[in-house]
């Protein structure tokens, strides 16, 4: 049966409920140094890569879900900080086992640098750096039973998680041996823009996200069928940066909507909104405010079809 068709979105105002992230692309300097540190400290796997030009292009991810893209890019400069990009891709994973063999793979990486924890209400979630300043989520969601709405919006918080206790507790040897074998994927990627409202234009009203939470100043929370993310987007870092330079970092970013009724949708919405686009049918990609590609395809991509991008 082919997964290019659907019958259409019931709002195309907004997209679809079914609506994933896919593999986020980085532009990196040290592509082999890179590709061990995904590989040892994330357990993923390399699954195919592509040379154009002076660029190799690299897929790395658990089973057949690609997870990252490393683009080689050398002479480009290091992450700013305070640029519009990427604040850091999330990996979701099935289980407080196979986050906590995650986690602990990345802790004990001497290239890793641990930003923190926080139990979210809705997730348990752990954050690292990786070498060349790309922010990392390792995370589990809480069964949406358990999460709690209030005056219209999703209630998330930041509150303490001892990642010494949840290691004790859920860490298994068998998880750890298990490595790439257990299931991982992109659950959201969270951005730095330079002002809410622009970013809401864009990610919201042009891209079809609907906001989940406002509560956290500067920052703005948004999903497709009700997950308690997909996007996010703050100012933390980056209040008022314009068009981002080309620098390492955040190549792309990339949803999975159900059809090709649902790239017909988005194109309505982008053609209503003045932007720029390109559609070559199985996927329409543009490029946001601060110069942040983001790629929407149908299911089915192949490891050929993103390393095309």
């Known amino acids: 049966m082919s997964t290019t068709t659907s019958a259409g979105p019931a709002d195309e105002r907004v997209l679809a409920a079914t609506t994933s992230m896919d593999a986020v692309t ?18 993923m796997e390399p699954l195919e890569e592509r040379v154009r030009g002076q660029q190799v292009h690299r897929v790395l991810g658990r089973g ?39 986690v602990y793979r990345a802790a004990q ?9 926080s139990d979210h209400l809705v997730s348990e979630a752990f954050y690292f750096t990786d070498p060349e300043g790309n922010g990392i989520e390792l995370y589990t969601d809480r069964d949406r ?16 998680l001892d990642p010494n206790g949840y290691l004790r507790e859920h860490l298994t040897q ?20 330079g002002d809410i409202a622009t970013a809401e234009a864009f990610y919201l009203d ?13 920052a703005l929370f948004a999903s497709a069928g009700g997950y308690h993310h997909h996007v996010a987007m703050n100012t933390w870092n980056s209040r008022g940066a314009g068009p981002r330079a080309s620098t390492l970092g955040l190549g792309d970013v990339a949803v999975t909507v ?4 649902d790239l017909d949708a988005l194109v309505g919405r982008l053609r209503a909104a003045g932007l720029a686009f390109a ?4 996927a329409v990609q543009l490029r946001d405010p601060w110069g942040t590609q983001v790629t929407v395809s149908v299911p089915g991509t192949t490891t050929d079809e993103l390393l095309a991008r």
Do not use: C, N
């Open 109 to 117: 990486d001497p290239r890793s640098r641990f930003v923190g924890s």
């Open 26 to 43: 980085l532009h990196v300097g040290d592509l082999e140094a890179m590709t061990t540190y995904y590989a040892d400290a994330i357990a």
């Open 258 to 261: 159900p059809g090709r009724a």
């Open 145 to 160: 039973s358990l999460w709690l709405h209030r005056d219209g919006e999703l209630v998330m918080s930041t509150e303490f």
């Open 206 to 218: 042009a891209l079809g996200f609907e906001a989940t939470t406002r509560g956290y100043p500067g």
């Open 64 to 102: 057949t879900t690609p997870m990252v893209r490393l683009v080689h890019t050398p002479g480009l400069p290091a992450v700013d900080p305070h640029q519009a990009g990427l604040f850091h891709t999330a990996f979701l994973f099935d289980d407080a086992a196979s986050l906590a063999a995650t």
């Open 279 to 282: 559609d070559d049918g199985r």
């Open 174 to 193: 068998e998880a750890l041996d298990a490595g790439p074998e257990l299931a991982g994927k992109v659950g959201h990627v969270h951005l730095q823009v």
